[in-house]
């Protein structure tokens, strides 16, 4: 039904029919990478000279944001261009989807695969899926043709007998979690052998590339790692100063440029766009097998910058100019706005839609039209950026026994000044206070929550 309707309510953005085919549009989206865990962010010990290329060729982003510090939220707004809040696609109790979980997206949430489907694009879901397992919230059913992935998180389904807490994390195999790999609605591997799994994916999106190079394409490739276990191939063990961690970046920083070299060889890179970034911040409980959101505070699971500023990487040869480093905020709700205008569709109307058009500030024609970045921990909105300031109503660590705490007047920090949110000037600026609390009531207002689908559990 959310494809017929969605179909209808599309429309070519000029009268008629464009004279040139709509561009490709590829997401590659990491799970749990830290803003500082690529060279060309400045980690010191993890080399990604692929995607060090895709940066100096295209745009790389100083302040992009996942519009979610954990992975279901996450990947709900990327695909609905929706805070999560909106789709009921977060929980203050159950942060993420589970294997026992009964909820997923929606049926009447209108995805961007449905949008670029009825503009006549094949699509295809790759890697980890994670917004319901069960028929009817599988890709397939979510306006993509193909999927082939794991539907949830690689910690979950864990074996009984396997080393009990972290210990199997800290010499991870493949036989302690019994997570399916499925090509679209069938199981086809379980365990999915998690060694050879970025290569796999990496490789099924080459095949759909040469397979669909005649027709516009969509491809969202959702990586599984860094995100623990931690698993890399043979080729990639042992390669990195940065130890498994490093080994892992670097095998997806590989895929990355097998992807970007099949678009040249086959003449497609000046007709595809390709975006990369990931959901949420480093998991730092998980010490070095956990990554690094450089001088960002905290990490995935918070609200402080390092556990929702992300690396964002934009390359479309011959349309976005090459070496840009903007400091201009985006969020992954944009990609979806930005790429259904792409494709010559309308935005939906209908509802409340976060993404922002970020073509004049891809194209070199103007700025991004985003000054005011939303940061929700499940369903409450604990802190609001607007221009460089940034107000935290509720501040709590990412992980840990610790309650939040309240801010009566909210803690205030500068971002551009100290993007590490150390000095709290607060007492300085009430006048910033008093907006920035006129904003968040702004926004609540607009706000009508349905009930969570992440609380919805299966009957035993």
């Given at each position: 039904?959310?494809?017929?309707?969605?179909?209808?309510?599309?429309?070519?953005?000029?009268?008629?029919?464009?004279?040139?085919?709509?561009?490709?549009?590829?997401?590659?989206?990491?799970?749990?990478?830290?803003?500082?865990?690529?060279?060309?962010?400045?980690?010191?010990?993890?080399?990604?000279?692929?995607?060090?290329?895709?940066?100096?060729?295209?745009?790389?982003?100083?302040?992009?944001?996942?519009?979610?510090?954990?992975?279901?939220?996450?990947?709900?707004?990327?695909?609905?261009?929706?805070?999560?809040?909106?789709?009921?696609m977060c929980s203050d109790k159950r942060r993420v989807l589970f294997p026992d979980?009964?909820?997923?997206?929606?049926?009447?949430?209108?995805?961007?695969?449905?949008?670029?489907?009825?503009?006549?694009?094949?699509?295809?879901?790759?890697?980890?899926?994670?917004?319901?397992?069960?028929?009817?919230?599988?890709?397939?059913?979510?306006?993509?043709?193909?999927?082939?992935?794991?539907?949830?998180?690689?910690?979950?389904?864990?074996?009984?007998?396997?080393?009990?807490?972290?210990?199997?994390?800290?010499?991870?195999?493949?036989?302690?979690?019994?997570?399916?790999?499925?090509?679209?609605?069938?199981?086809?591997?379980?365990?999915?052998?998690?060694?050879?799994?970025?290569?796999?994916?990496?490789?099924?999106?080459?095949?759909?590339?040469?397979?669909?190079?005649?027709?516009?394409?969509?491809?969202?490739?959702?990586?599984?790692?860094?995100?623990?276990?931690?698993?890399?191939?043979?080729?990639?063990?042992?390669?990195?100063?940065?130890?498994?961690?490093?080994?892992?970046?670097?095998?997806?920083?590989?895929?990355?440029?097998?992807?970007?070299?099949?678009?040249?060889?086959?003449?497609?890179?000046?007709?595809?766009?390709?975006?990369?970034?990931?959901?949420?911040?480093?998991?730092?409980?998980?010490?070095?097998?956990?990554?690094?959101?450089?001088?960002?505070?905290?990490?995935?699971?918070?609200?402080?910058?390092?556990?929702?500023?992300?690396?964002?990487?934009?390359?479309?040869?011959?349309?976005?100019?090459?070496?840009?480093?903007?400091?201009?905020?985006?969020?992954?709700?944009?990609?979806?706005?930005?790429?259904?205008?792409?494709?010559?569709?309308?935005?939906p109307k209908d509802r409340v839609v976060d993404g922002l058009d970020l073509r004049?500030?891809?194209?070199?024609?103007?700025?991004?039209?985003?000054?005011?970045?939303?940061?929700?921990?499940?369903?409450?909105?604990?802190?609001?950026?607007?221009?460089?300031?940034?107000?935290?109503?509720?501040?709590?660590?990412?992980?840990?026994?610790?309650?939040?705490?309240?801010?009566?007047?909210?803690?205030?920090?500068?971002?551009?000044?100290?993007?590490?949110?150390?000095?709290?000037?607060?007492?300085?600026?009430?006048?910033?206070?008093?907006?920035?609390?006129?904003?968040?009531?702004?926004?609540?207002?607009?706000?009508?929550?349905?009930?969570?689908?992440?609380?919805?559990?299966?009957?035993p």
């Amino acid at each position: 039904m959310a494809m017929v309707a969605f179909a209808i309510g599309l429309k070519r953005a000029d009268s008629g029919e464009p004279t040139e085919r709509p561009p490709n549009i590829v997401v590659i989206f990491a799970d749990d990478l830290g803003w500082g865990d690529l060279s060309c962010y400045g980690h010191p010990t993890i080399r990604t000279p692929n995607l060090d290329r895709m940066a100096a060729e295209g745009m790389r982003f100083t302040q992009f944001y996942s519009a979610a510090c954990v992975c279901t939220p996450s990947r709900a707004a990327l695909l609905t261009g929706r805070l999560p809040i909106r789709t009921g696609m977060c929980s203050d109790k159950r942060r993420v989807l589970f294997p026992d979980s009964g909820g997923g997206i929606p049926a009447e949430e209108l995805t961007l695969a449905e949008g670029l489907k009825a503009q006549g694009y094949a699509t295809a879901c790759i890697g980890k899926w994670h917004l319901g397992h069960l028929p009817q919230f599988l890709p397939a059913n979510n306006g993509f043709d193909t999927y082939f992935g794991i539907p949830y998180s690689n910690d979950m389904d864990r074996v009984a007998d396997s080393p009990k807490g972290r210990a199997a994390f800290w010499n991870p195999k493949v036989k302690y979690w019994n997570v399916p790999l499925m090509r679209d609605t069938r199981i086809v591997e379980r365990p999915a052998d998690q060694t050879t799994i970025t290569r796999r994916y990496t490789e099924e999106a080459i095949r759909f590339i040469r397979e669909h190079r005649s027709e516009p394409f969509f491809i969202y490739l959702a990586h599984n790692m860094p995100h623990v276990p931690l698993f890399r191939s043979k080729r990639f063990a042992d390669r990195s100063l940065r130890g498994l961690y490093g080994d892992v970046v670097e095998e997806i920083d590989w895929g990355v440029g097998q992807i970007l070299q099949t678009l040249r060889d086959l003449k497609l890179e000046r007709q595809t766009i390709v975006w990369f970034t990931s959901d949420n911040g480093p998991w730092l409980i998980f010490d070095e097998l956990g990554g690094s959101a450089g001088l960002l505070r905290d990490g995935k699971g918070s609200t402080w910058e390092g556990g929702m500023r992300e690396p964002g990487i934009v390359w479309w040869p011959g349309r976005i100019p090459a070496g840009v480093v903007t400091q201009e905020l985006a969020t992954t709700m944009d990609i979806y706005t930005t790429s259904l205008k792409l494709a010559g569709a309308e935005v939906p109307k209908d509802r409340v839609v976060d993404g922002l058009d970020l073509r004049p500030l891809l194209f070199g024609q103007g700025k991004s039209p985003r000054d005011t970045v939303y940061y929700y921990r499940g369903r409450r909105l604990m802190a609001i950026r607007h221009g460089p300031w940034k107000a935290h109503f509720i501040t709590q660590p990412a992980y840990g026994r610790a309650k939040p705490t309240y801010h009566d007047p909210p803690v205030l920090y500068h971002l551009e000044h100290d993007p590490s949110e150390k000095y709290n000037v607060a007492d300085k600026h009430p006048d910033v206070i008093a907006q920035l609390k006129r904003l968040a009531e702004k926004h609540k207002a607009t706000v009508q929550a349905p009930p969570s689908q992440l609380e919805i559990r299966l009957k035993p």
